[in-house]
């Protein structure tokens, strides 16, 4: 037994199919610009931290070195240089 369809119906069906597989490449392409931009923004979040975690360690360097310089026996030093320049004269 056969059914007889409208035309008007198989129309509509068809032509909402095509409409269908005629936007899949903007819906596809659109995920990827998407998945492209997440994943620039997490590269740059990466970034950023790289170079605090940087900083950070070129801060504690920086002290490191000053505090070794400013750990030295200034007075001692002193004296062995006045006893020195008073030698040479």
């Given at each position: 037994m056969s059914t007889v369809v409208n035309q008007q119906v198989t129309d509509a069906v068809t032509q909402s199919n095509v409409k269908?597989?005629?936007e899949a490449p903007a819906m596809a392409l659109g995920n990827v610009y998407q998945s492209?931009?997440?994943s620039t923004g997490i590269m740059f979040e990466n970034s950023v931290n790289?170079?605090?975690q940087m900083n950070a360690t070129s801060q504690a360097a920086t002290t490191q070195g000053i505090m070794?310089?400013?750990s030295f026996d200034t007075i001692s030093d002193a004296i062995a240089i006045s006893q020195m320049l008073q030698?040479?004269?």
């Amino acid at each position: 037994m056969s059914t007889v369809v409208n035309q008007q119906v198989t129309d509509a069906v068809t032509q909402s199919n095509v409409k269908v597989v005629a936007e899949a490449p903007a819906m596809a392409l659109g995920n990827v610009y998407q998945s492209a931009a997440h994943s620039t923004g997490i590269m740059f979040e990466n970034s950023v931290n790289s170079q605090n975690q940087m900083n950070a360690t070129s801060q504690a360097a920086t002290t490191q070195g000053i505090m070794q310089i400013y750990s030295f026996d200034t007075i001692s030093d002193a004296i062995a240089i006045s006893q020195m320049l008073q030698a040479a004269t």
